[in-house]
């Protein structure tokens, strides 16, 4: 399986939405959803895993390799949007409101409300997900152990210590004249422990919770939440660069993947995005946000009070609204299709195989194992995030209400 406090937000139903950053969630959605589908192919081609079927085609194929291997960097993306926007949501508001009397319980409180939508959101699907199992007799998790609610969960245990710790990262923000240096010296030592996992020690498709790979990416994507948080302090500085740094990742993404399609190389294309070691997802992640919420030239508007810039006003139009609306079930989708990755798959898989395996795939074949394969998992998700909006909302948004009441 490969969650955030703008996210809860969003879901609690506390703030204004801006639109773009709605958008940027379901990009984010949209790239966990087509890499979950095309992952058991990819995982066999790039890194061995085993997988009953002969992949030898797409491993040759310069087009199979390249969006592939794009696929699996967008899902790599995916993740990291989805620390770093929580990251730029939190961190400032938080670190504005530590000068004030109060900072500590105020704060353990909205922390323990967060953590409240998190729990709950795990306990609906999971009862949910056994319900539809039981009923349906469709394949689902292995009751039997706990990997389904902790290991396949793990983005989204790590995202609950993120937000109970997040208090104390503000007020480190605020207060150490040294934090981003600190950030910096922590991404160079970060990234090129994730370029060694990478190209030399990648371990295998699946790391135990307790094996340093693992910790490692918990501080990738600790290290992306809090740059995002620094955001806010350099509007001025990061507006200027405007789109810019958001096409350059994506031209260089481009030109390595080409390239790894190119050198007929599976094993450079799995290397570039391996898990959460990209580089080139980390950068896209975080150019992507910036673009979201630091838009060059943007207007000045009137606003009202409370609002610290115009981005941050909500957005009425037909086309922002249904963002919205489907965006806000992020943290649902995120748990629901972990928990259904294999009745998905019992229905992907043999959908889209006898278009991709053999020792040959033509170029007709590969694109529309591609194609078809994308647009299935996005009605998907889609559906997914509509019974998220029936199902899940309601019973979070009662439990942000009792936590109001106190």
């Known amino acids: ?35 979950h589908t095309f992952v058991p192919w990819f995982d066999k081609m790039a890194y061995a895993a085993p997988f ?5 085609g797409l491993s040759t194929s310069f087009w199979g390799l390249f969006l592939l291997g794009c696929i699996n ?36 409180f909205k922390a323990a409300r967060r953590a409240a939508v998190i729990v709950a959101t795990i306990a609906v699907y999971s009862v949910l997900t056994v319900l539809l199992v039981a009923l349906l007799h469709i394949p689902g998790p292995d009751f039997h152990t706990t990997r389904w609610l902790v290991m396949d969960l793990e983005f989204v245990w790590l995202y609950l210590l993120f937000v109970i710790i997040a208090p104390l990262v503000a007020r480190a923000q605020d207060r150490w004249s040294a934090w981003p240096l600190v ?11 994730n370029g060694y996992v990478a190209f030399f020690s990648q371990g295998g498709v699946n790391h135990a919770l307790d094996g340093w790979r693992k910790w490692l990416s918990a501080a990738t994507y600790f290290v992306g939440f809090c740059l995002a948080g620094l955001m806010d302090q350099h509007r001025a500085s990061l507006r200027r660069w405007g789109a810019a740094p ?51 030239g943007e207007r000045a508007v009137a606003r009202p009070a409370g609002a610290r810039h115009a981005s941050h006003l909500p957005d009425d139009r ?36 006898g278009l991709a395996s053999g020792p ?3 170029f007709s074949a590969t694109l529309l194992f591609v194609a078809a394969g994308t647009a299935a998992s996005l009605l998907y998700a889609t559906v997914l995030l509509c019974v998220d909006r029936v199902v899940r909302q309601p019973a979070t948004r009662a439990i942000t209400q009792i936590f109001q009441r106190r």
């Open 1 to 35: 399986m490969r969650g955030t406090a703008a996210q809860l937000e969003r879901t609690t139903g506390q703030g204004p939405r801006q639109w773009r950053v709605e958008a940027l969630r379901l990009v984010a959605i949209g790239g966990i959803a087509v890499f």
């Open 52 to 56: 009953p079927t002969d992949c030898r």
């Open 73 to 108: 960097l967008l899902g790599a993306m995916g993740n990291a949007i989805f620390f770093m926007i929580s990251g730029y949501f939190l961190l400032p508001s938080m670190a504005r409101d530590s000068h004030r009397p109060g900072y500590a319980a105020r704060q353990g």
């Open 183 to 193: 950030l910096i010296a922590a991404f160079i030592v970060v990234f090129a422990l």
């Open 246 to 296: 958001l096409w350059w990742a994506i031209g260089a993404s481009v030109v390595v993947e080409l390239g790894a399609a190119a050198l007929k190389s599976p094993w450079l294309s799995g290397a570039i995005s391996f898990k959460s070691t990209s580089l080139l997802s980390f950068w896209l992640a975080l150019a992507a946000l910036s673009c979201a919420v630091l838009p060059r």
């Open 318 to 353: 037909p086309g922002p609204a249904a963002v919205r609306l489907l965006a806000s079930g992020i943290l649902g989708f995120y748990v629901f299709q972990s928990m259904l990755t294999r009745f998905w798959h019992s229905l992907i898989i043999p959908a889209l195989d």
């Open 360 to 362: 040959s795939v033509p």
